[in-house]
């Protein structure tokens, strides 16, 4: 039992993320899809020069960011623990990055 423990203890959670895009961003990014291209700055006409919208913007981006280095920056140490649990921590922290990676290709 004490064994047990000690191992669950010497796991590493995954965070599972998820990135939030802009809802006039989206919207952009799907009439341009719809439309056989990719968005370019210049769909967004005059919104580049609305401070609000780029501040939003920008506020979404830093969010990305902090939540990517959720998983990026983890760190376990392979001497505690089992093989067994360093293995799953690395197919973990694959579907992790992968998950992101979907995330990042889709509008």
């Known amino acids: ?6 191992q669950c203890q010497q ?3 995954i965070p599972e993320i998820f990135l939030s895009v802009d809802p006039e ?3 952009v ?8 291209r990719r968005a370019r700055v210049e769909d ?3 919104r580049l020069n609305d401070a609000s919208f780029l501040n939003t913007v920008q ?18 140490d392979p001497t505690t623990g089992s093989a067994v649990q360093e293995i799953n921590f690395w ?17």
């Open 11 to 13: 796991n590493v959670e």
């Open 1 to 6: 039992l004490m064994m047990s423990l000690l």
């Open 59 to 76: 506020s979404g981006v830093n969010r990305w960011i902090k939540e990517i280095q959720k998983v990026t920056r983890l760190q376990r």
């Open 29 to 36: 990014v799907l009439k341009c899809r719809e439309e056989g």
């Open 91 to 107: 197919l973990s922290l694959e579907r992790a990055l992968n998950h992101v990676s979907q995330q990042l290709q889709s509008p």
């Open 44 to 46: 967004f006409g005059d």
């Open 25 to 27: 961003v989206r919207a």
